[in-house]
């Protein structure tokens, strides 16, 4: 979704914003469970708490496009 100025719809935004908190959610869920078991995949771990930073940084970089700045 796009409009003239190529960005995406505050709604679009804050339909992806709440997708990646979710997705966000559960990879700590799946990341602790895998630290939970006696025979850990730490590759898998690391793997999945790089996609966990990398939701983080796109949560931060969508908040920032749908909240408007306050100037003081």
């Known amino acids: 979704?796009?409009?003239d100025t190529g960005e995406r719809s505050d709604e679009a935004l804050v339909v992806e914003?709440?997708?990646l908190r979710?997705?966000?959610?559960?990879?700590?869920?799946?990341?602790?469970?895998?630290e939970g078991i006696s025979a850990k995949d730490q590759l898998?771990?690391?793997?999945?708490k790089k996609r966990k930073l990398y939701l983080k940084d796109r949560?931060?970089?969508i908040?920032?496009?749908?909240?408007?700045?306050?100037i003081a």
């Open 44 to 48: 898998q771990i690391q793997r999945l």
């Open 59 to 61: 949560i931060i970089a």
């Open 22 to 34: 979710q997705e966000h959610r559960d990879l700590d869920a799946a990341i602790n469970a895998l």
């Open 63 to 70: 908040a920032d496009q749908v909240t408007p700045d306050i």
């Open 17 to 19: 914003l709440a997708r």
């Open 1 to 3: 979704m796009a409009n």
